[in-house]
């Protein structure tokens, strides 16, 4: 199985994405990544997808879902560095994925993190 | 002058989600080498890619074909996804389906659609599926 | 075959500077403005470069898609792309190249008998009628691909985007906004954020006529684009009629920022990359 690193900062796990992944390997990261927070007690969560070339369906289900399963267990997640060309597919696609908080590199990212995990739950990018 | 033509041509076999990848990167190296934008490329790529779990999704297995082809000045790619699964029922619905609609795999048959510039369909119940895709370059 | 092609190459190639001298004279009364554009010693270097390769492809004795007009048929090409560049009619274009049969022809009657004229006139009729299809194609679709050069550089003209302040960017949208046009903003939009790293892009609609449910739906997803590679997106211009118009239309516009003036717009920006102007 592919193996994706996931780094423990402080109180945030980032998971940079760095290689393309097939449907059950994507799974199994969605698997690990909860299994870290629930190891950690993360209160942030960065997906780093500045090298993903390609999300389709499931690939952008799979985000969405790990987003709304780390909420539920108490972390905010944060999709960093989205590239365009895969932005301007997901919309034609469909898939707006609005319940999604972004941020265009992971400095941003934690930034917003700060600003989510600080009692406000409001959609920001200060 | 040309009238439609194939020049290069690759099939590949999809029976696992590792296939897919591989059909993927297939699709991608053609599209690069006739110097398709990114932007086309991804398209065509996030189609493929939906289209070749189908296969692997509801006929367990399927062949893939790369080509390029040629109308009149244009240059395009193509790609058949044909498969002996059970065939889809009812086009219009599986077509309408969104990924939003339902949990279950294999939606993605509705947003290849709308990722491709030509999109063709035959399906027979029983006997399987044939998707047909073009990208046409200067789009 | 073999013995009427080589005849006539060998008629061409001991009668070269006449037949040059004749056509050049033909196009710089036929075809002014490509001489004036590439200049009379370049053409000059270019006719007889063609004459040559003309020449030697006769003696190679091959039919016109054959290998051997490779060089001829790519000499045509240039030249025909040079003549779209110089804005030359379709007379002109074929003109170039049919004025070569007057040149040839009065050639062959001085050099040959009766008997062998029939069979030389229709080689060369034939290989002058392919060359000037060629050339008028070629030009054909050079016109078309420098007219889609064009729309592709209006359409890039007709949305631009402006870097008004530190990771601020904003896009002034004037007329109609199509899905062609769309596409073409968003991109633009997409990489101007990538490029700046911005962190707030402004779309302002204050030049945009009419406000329907289709522009609203193309706003959303241009707005929407940007939220997914980080960025917020500031929709202004929302002047009264137009928030009328689209709460009418049951167009909802409330996940996303609008305001009624850019100033309005620009403070907010401010406000959210943490900057005060002055």
New interface residues.
């Given amino acids: 199985m592919i193996e994706v690193t996931i780094l423990k900062i402080g109180d945030t796990i980032i998971v940079p994405i760095q290689t393309e992944l097939h449907d059950l390997a994507a799974n199994f990261l969605q698997e690990n990544i909860l299994k870290k927070i629930e190891k950690v007690g993360a209160r942030g969560l960065i997906i780093d997808v500045g090298v993903v070339t390609i999300i389709d369906s499931f690939m952008g289900r799979v985000l969405v879902d790990t987003a709304k399963m780390a909420r539920l267990m108490g972390t905010e997640t944060v999709i960093v560095g989205m590239k365009k060309e895969v932005v301007m597919t997901l919309l034609q696609l469909g898939l707006m994925m609005q319940t999604l908080h972004t941020a265009l590199n992971i400095e941003d990212g934690i930034t917003l993190l700060n600003r989510l995990t600080g009692g406000n739950h409001e959609r920001s990018i200060i | 002058?040309k009238g439609p033509s194939s020049k290069d041509s690759l099939d590949i076999s999809v029976a696992n989600?590792?296939d897919?990848?591989l059909a993927?990167?297939k699709a991608?190296e053609l599209m690069q080498s006739m110097g398709f934008s990114?932007?086309a490329?991804?398209?065509m790529?996030?189609a493929v890619?939906?289209l070749a779990?189908n296969m692997v999704v509801h006929a367990g297995r399927g062949q893939m074909s790369v080509n390029s082809v040629e109308k009149l000045?244009q240059k395009g790619i193509e790609c058949i996804f044909q498969d002996k699964g059970p065939g889809i029922q009812n086009i219009d619905q599986a077509l309408r389906q969104?990924?939003?609609t339902s949990n279950s795999?294999g939606?993605?048959l509705g947003?290849a659609k709308?990722?491709c510039a030509e999109f063709d369909i035959q399906t027979t119940v029983g006997k399987g599926t044939r998707v047909t895709i073009r990208e046409w370059k200067?789009r | 075959m073999n013995n009427i092609q080589s005849n006539a190459a060998r008629i061409l190639q001991n009668n070269k500077a006449e037949i040059l001298d004749q056509w050049h004279q033909q196009l710089i009364l036929n075809t002014k403005s490509l001489v004036e554009s590439i200049g009379l010693n370049v053409m000059k270097q270019r006719t007889e470069e063609f004459l040559d390769t003309l020449i030697d492809a006769l003696t190679q004795d091959d039919d016109f898609e054959g290998d051997s007009y490779d060089n001829a048929r790519n000499l045509m090409t240039d030249i025909s792309r040079q003549m779209t560049l110089s804005s030359l009619t379709p007379s002109e274009v074929t003109l170039f190249v049919f004025s070569l049969r007057d040149i040839i022809f009065p050639l062959f009657q001085t050099n040959m008998d009766a008997g062998q004229l029939a069979a030389h006139y229709s080689l060369v009729n034939s290989l002058i009628d392919r060359l000037g299809v060629f050339t008028f194609t070629v030009y054909q679709e050079s016109r078309e691909e420098l007219m889609r050069e064009q729309q592709q550089a209006f359409m890039e003209v007709s949305v631009p985007v402006v870097r008004i302040w530190d990771r601020i960017i904003m896009i002034p949208l004037v007329g109609m906004l199509d899905s062609s046009r769309t596409q073409q903003m968003m991109e633009t939009m997409l990489t101007a954020l990538e490029d700046y790293q911005s962190k707030v892009a402004i779309m302002d609609i204050s030049g945009i006529p009419v406000v329907d449910t289709l522009v609203a739906r193309h706003l959303i997803t241009a707005a929407s684009a940007a939220r997914l590679m980080g960025a917020e997106c500031i929709i202004t211009g929302i002047r009264a009629r137009i928030s009328q118009t689209l709460v009418q239309l049951g167009v909802d516009l409330s996940g996303f920022i609008t305001r009624t003036t850019l100033a309005d717009g620009l403070q907010l920006a401010l406000k959210m990359t943490d900057q005060k102007i002055g």
């Fill in positions: 002058m989600y590792e897919v990848i993927r990167q991608r990114l932007l490329q991804t398209r790529v996030t890619s939906e779990r000045n969104g990924f939003s795999l939606l993605g947003g709308k990722l200067t």
